[in-house]
């Protein structure tokens, strides 16, 4: 389980929660933050919302925030124009469940909710009933309810071919990692795995259960991953590869790029 650092802390009165600078006709929003241990200015993008980051010590000042901020204005746009856009959950949209594309259709006069379909051509279409406002909505709350249901039976059937007790699993929207494992049993994993391939998914179940057998990443924990799911290494090589594309769908994608003074 992940917890917020010690060692950040926050902005001292007067100081503005953004920083705002304009670039080549664009202006860019800066979110400032203050750190412990920082000796120097350090600028990072968040791509998984597209956020810019203002690292300062604790007794830098916002004036010279601003200007390291501005000088690296360049920097900051184009690091920007490089992230694949994000795909909104919309009408139109194409999204892969389980690896396979699937096109958003919006079905405003049928009944339900979500569901699957292909059409004569072979096209995979992911409808979606009610009005237009809620289909967003209405596709995440479909895909956590799908990532839940196949987390829940990978997780099940490794946790039977190690011997030991999933205590329950959690689906969230998890942004720096894919999945967690408390010492009471307990498994969080990110939603976003039911858009990749199967065996993905089936990978992180097996990862996470094995740290029931093994609180660590020490060799004899992936000993134990290798027992288990012996494809571990061909589905880790595709979570490395494409992983952080999955965060473009209805957010952004999951990646970090700095640049510091």
């Known amino acids: 389980m992940s917890v917020a650092p010690p060692h950040l802390i926050g902005l001292r009165p007067g100081d503005p929660t953004l920083l705002t600078i304009e670039f080549d006709g664009a202006v860019y929003a800066i979110r400032l ?18 956020e810019v980051v203002m690292t300062m010590p604790v007794r830098g000042s916002v004036r010279r925030a601003r200007e390291f901020a501005q000088r690296h204005g360049g920097w ?17 949209a194409r999204v892969p469940l389980r690896g396979i594309e699937h096109r ?21 279409v992911l409808c979606v009933a009610g009005q ?13 309810r799908e990532a839940r249901r196949d987390l829940l039976r990978a997780s099940r059937r490794a946790a039977a071919l190690l ?21 009471n049993g307990v498994l ?8 990749a391939p199967p065996l993905v998914l089936d990978y992180l179940a097996a990862h996470e259960v094995a740290h029931l057998a093994e609180m660590n990443h020490s060799a004899r924990f992936w000993r134990v991953v290798e027992s288990i799911f012996p494809s571990w290494k061909q589905a880790k ?20 790029q700095a640049i510091e003074k």
């Open 132 to 144: 237009a406002e809620h289909v967003a909505r209405r596709v995440i709350d479909f895909l956590k």
């Open 76 to 92: 900051i746009a184009a690091r920007l124009d490089r992230l694949p856009p994000p795909v909104p959950l919309v009408h139109g």
């Open 163 to 183: 011997g030991v007790r999933v205590r329950r699993v959690a689906v969230r929207d998890q942004t720096t990692r894919w999945g967690s494992c408390s010492a």
């Open 33 to 50: 933050r203050r750190h412990i241990r920082a000796r120097r200015y350090t600028l990072r993008i968040h791509a998984v919302n597209r």
């Open 188 to 195: 969080s994993y990110s939603w976003r795995l039911i858009l």
């Open 237 to 256: 090589a595709w979570l490395d590869a494409h992983g952080t594309e999955l965060h473009r769908y209805g957010n952004g994608q999951a990646r970090s």
């Open 104 to 124: 958003i259709e919006h079905c405003p006069g049928r009944r339900g909710t979500v569901w699957t379909h292909c059409t004569p051509d072979g096209e995979r």
